[in-house]
C-alpha cells in the first residue's frame, strides 16, 4: 500500500523558514516524479515544486523560485521542500504528490499526501 506522509507543517512569521517532509512507502518511486501542492483557503490547489527522483532534476512555480528549494534523500525514501523568506501568501496546506506522467498537472499524479498547514503571519 502505497503511503505519503507529511510533515513538518506549522506557523512561522513572514520572512522564516520552514522545512516540510513526505516519507514515502510501499512501492519503488525510483521511476516517479514527486511533487508539492498547495491549496489556500477559497482557492484551487496548485502546483508549487516537483523533483524527478532518478536524476534530481527540479522544476518550481514562478511564485516560489529563489525561495523554495525542492530536494529528495534516497536513503530515507523522503522528500523535503525548504521554504524560505516566507510571505502570508504562502499559507495553505501543502500536499505531497507521486506521479510519473507530468511535473505541473494534477491529473499527472498518482499518489497523494494529507496535506499539512503551513501558516504564515504577517
Known amino acids: 500500500q502505497v503511503q505519503l506522509v507529511e510533515s513538518g507543517g506549522g506557523w512561522v512569521q513572514a520572512g522564516g523558514s520552514l522545512r516540510v517532509s513526505c516519507a514515502a512507502s510501499g512501492r519503488t518511486f525510483s521511476s516517479y516524479r514527486m511533487g508539492w501542492f498547495r491549496q489556500a483557503p477559497g482557492k484551487e490547489r496548485e502546483f508549487v515544486a516537483a523533483i524527478t527522483w532518478s536524476t534530481g532534476y527540479t522544476y518550481y512555480a514562478d511564485s516560489v523560485k529563489g525561495r523554495f528549494t525542492i530536494s529528495r534523500d534516497n536513503t530515507k525514501n523522503t522528500v523535503y521542500l525548504q521554504m524560505n523568506s516566507l510571505k502570508p501568501d504562502d499559507t495553505a496546506v501543502y500536499y505531497c504528490?507521486?506521479?510519473?506522467?507530468?511535473?505541473?498537472?494534477?491529473?499527472?499524479?498518482?499518489?497523494w499526501g494529507q496535506g499539512t498547514q503551513v501558516t504564515v503571519s504577517s
Open positions: 504528490a507521486a506521479g510519473i506522467r507530468g511535473v505541473t498537472r494534477e491529473g499527472a499524479y498518482d499518489y
